[in-house]
């Protein structure tokens, strides 16, 4: 019997990490990751990822899945997140980078 080991590589790259809060006041925090030529969205309650998870749905708006066009920038991406957000019944008061390097 042979034995393959299989290394996967997932390539993940943050196109947006969104502090933001809702009519009340009461802060969430929303990550938006490429995975593997996935987008995939992460809600939590605070402006930490040590806070309580919650579901997407619960923003009660549809956030971007896809490219618009073909030659759609990460930044237009990124603008549309955030143009959606801007529309609901929740505000964005802080903007963390994602072009953190060492």
């Known amino acids: 019997m042979y034995l393959y080991n299989v290394i996967i590589k997932q390539v993940i790259m943050k196109l947006s990490h969104l502090h933001l809060k809702d009519v009340y006041g009461n802060p ?20 930490s990822s040590s806070g309580t998870s919650f579901a997407v749905s619960n923003l009660g708006i549809t956030l971007p899945i896809d490219k618009l066009h073909e030659e759609e920038t990460k930044e237009e991406f990124t603008n549309r997140i955030k143009e959606t957000i801007n529309k609901s019944t929740y505000s964005i008061v802080n903007e963390v980078s994602t072009k953190i390097t060492f």
């Open 28 to 47: 969430k925090t929303l990550v938006c990751r490429l995975t593997e030529g996935s987008i995939r969205y992460s809600l939590y309650g605070g402006h």
